[in-house]
Every structure is written in C-alpha cells, then in structure tokens.
C-alpha cells in the first residue's frame, strides 16, 4: 500500500498515512458517539490518528482505538457544555435526530444547515 506524509500540529510531527483513506463521514455531518453522550458536527478529518502519543495513552489500552483509521474533529455537545472533541471513526454513528447543533463556534464555520446536515462557509472551501 502506497504512504504518504503530511504534518499534523496537534502532534508536533509528521504522520505516516495510507495514500487513500475512505471516510465514513463527511465534514458538516451530525454524528454521535457510540458509547458517550454527546454529539457534533464534523469541521476537519484526519486520515489517521494524528495526535499526540499522550493523548491517545490517556485512553485506557481495552478502549483504545486502531491508530489507522480515520479521526474526526467535532464541535460536540452534551447537555452539560459544548466542546471540540477528536474521535475515531469506530466510535461514531451519524446522528438521525436532525436537530442542529448547538455550539457557539457553528456560525464560524458553517452558513446553513439544511436536511440535517450543516454547509461549510464558501470562503473556508478550497
């Protein structure tokens, strides 16, 4: 399988990725956990993991995710707060309620929400 490289800040390194990755969700999705209480709409994604080592070691070993997979960034939200919140594909579940979300960075990145997905602002598209 063909590798490819691109830098990832969170890390503060370079990150080994497959060439291709298939992503089971699209930026602007509503997506909820599997196994917590929150949910959130997709702003970024990562091919793999591309985070720091201590992160993904806070994670206890029997819950920890395949590193080869793709990685969500989300503006989350429980009923208790809103957060960004990086989780791996494994772990996430397109949201069927099609309610929007309420965190107060939406209005940043996104311009409409529309058949329960949200619209990335045109001047954040390349």
């Given at each position: 399988?063909?590798?490819?490289?691109?830098?990832?800040s969170q890390a503060g390194r370079r990150i080994d990725a497959p060439s291709r990755s298939r992503a089971r969700?699209?930026?602007?999705?509503?997506?909820?956990?599997?196994?917590?209480?929150?949910r959130g709409v997709?702003?970024?994604?990562?091919?793999?993991?591309?985070?720091?080592d201590e992160w993904l070691e806070q994670i206890?070993?029997?819950?920890?995710?395949?590193r080869d997979q793709p990685f969500y960034h989300?503006?989350?939200e429980n009923d208790d707060s809103s957060y960004v919140a990086y989780v791996s594909q494994q772990n996430?579940?397109?949201d069927t309620a099609g309610d929007p979300i309420d965190h107060p960075q939406v209005?940043?990145?996104f311009e409409d929400f529309r058949a329960g997905r949200y619209f990335l602002r045109r001047s954040l598209t390349h």
């Open positions: 399988m063909e590798r490819s490289e691109f830098y990832s969700f699209a930026i602007g999705d509503i997506v909820k956990h599997r196994k917590f209480d929150f997709i702003f970024d994604i990562d091919p793999v993991y591309a985070n720091s206890p070993e029997d819950q920890r995710p395949d989300l503006l989350a996430l579940l397109i209005p940043q990145l």
